[in-house]
């Protein structure tokens, strides 16, 4: 074999190794997010806002103080006119399907979110500042433990404010107040702390049983409010109660009289 076939079959044979080598690895799409999108991408157009309600503060989620990677967190006690500006994150499919700290089941395509000392459940609005966007996000979950991270969305509130590309953004994060969401964070484990009488449209009227209830009870009877879709109501409610001895004691005082035994609230 002469040295000029030897040359060519020399190129041929690396011209196909270099055919056969596999590609290098592409870099992560989301380097800044806790893992990668859905196979199934939604539009911002199709991701709801969370709707604000009353739900009352339990202890699920709300451990305080709190411990994680070293750091000790506390969940705050006030949250009202709670305001901050920092640095947004987001998780998706890893997480999809699993419990969030209350116990809730993630769904990555909801408006939810992660916060370190907001308390749970509660709802903000959270305006990404480089475009304006804005999402409202029922925060459910804890995290991000990330020192340089304010607040971890969804995958679908993080596409909604349009920072999935980029994995993290600069946002403002609003608490939204809600009428009528009680603290229940202190209350012992299977007792409860109030018995419901009712709920009226009209507030003359729920201070107007109020007023005939408290004549019979010792225990405090109390009217609050609380946004109902486009309405507000007067929830009228005895408590808080110590146990449930004293709860049964009350009921039946008050079907007695006629006012019926009410809803007591876990």
């Not at 503060?57 to 305001?83: C, F, M, Q």
């Not at 305006?127 to 991000?144: A, F, I, M, Y």
């Not at 009350?250 to 006012?259: H, I, S, T, V, W």
């Amino acid at each position: 074999m002469n040295t000029r076939l030897l040359v060519i079959l020399a190129l041929v044979t690396v011209a196909i190794a270099a055919c056969t080598a596999l590609p290098p690895k592409p870099a992560s799409r989301y380097p800044d997010a806790h893992d990668g999108a859905p196979a199934e991408t939604i539009g911002a157009h199709e991701i709801l806002d969370a709707v604000p309600r009353a739900d009352p503060l339990l202890a699920a989620g709300n451990k305080s103080p709190y411990t994680v990677n070293g750091v000790t967190y506390e969940i705050l006690r006030d949250h009202s006119n709670y305001r901050a500006r920092g640095v947004a994150s987001w998780y998706g499919t890893k997480f999809n399907g699993h419990e969030t700290s209350n116990g809730e089941i993630f769904d990555l395509y909801q408006a939810t979110a992660a916060h370190r000392t907001l308390p749970i459940p509660c709802y903000a609005r959270v305006t990404n500042l480089d475009n304006g966007r804005s999402v409202v996000v029922r925060v459910n979950d804890r995290g991000p433990f990330h020192a340089d991270r304010l607040i971890d969305l969804s995958y679908g509130a993080a596409v909604k404010l349009g920072y999935v590309e980029q994995g993290t953004a600069r946002v403002e994060v609003e608490v939204l107040e809600v009428a009528g969401s009680d603290d229940r964070r202190d209350a012992v484990g299977g007792a409860y702390r109030y018995l419901q009488l009712g709920a009226f449209g009209s507030e003359s009227s729920a201070k107007r049983l109020q007023d005939e209830v408290q004549t019979l009870l010792s225990a405090p009877v109390s009217v609050s409010q609380v946004q109902s879709g486009d309405a507000m109501l007067y929830r009228v409610r005895v408590g808080p109660v110590a146990d449930g001895k004293e709860l049964l004691a009350l009921q039946q005082k008050l079907a007695e009289r006629g006012y019926g035994a009410g809803q007591p609230l876990p």
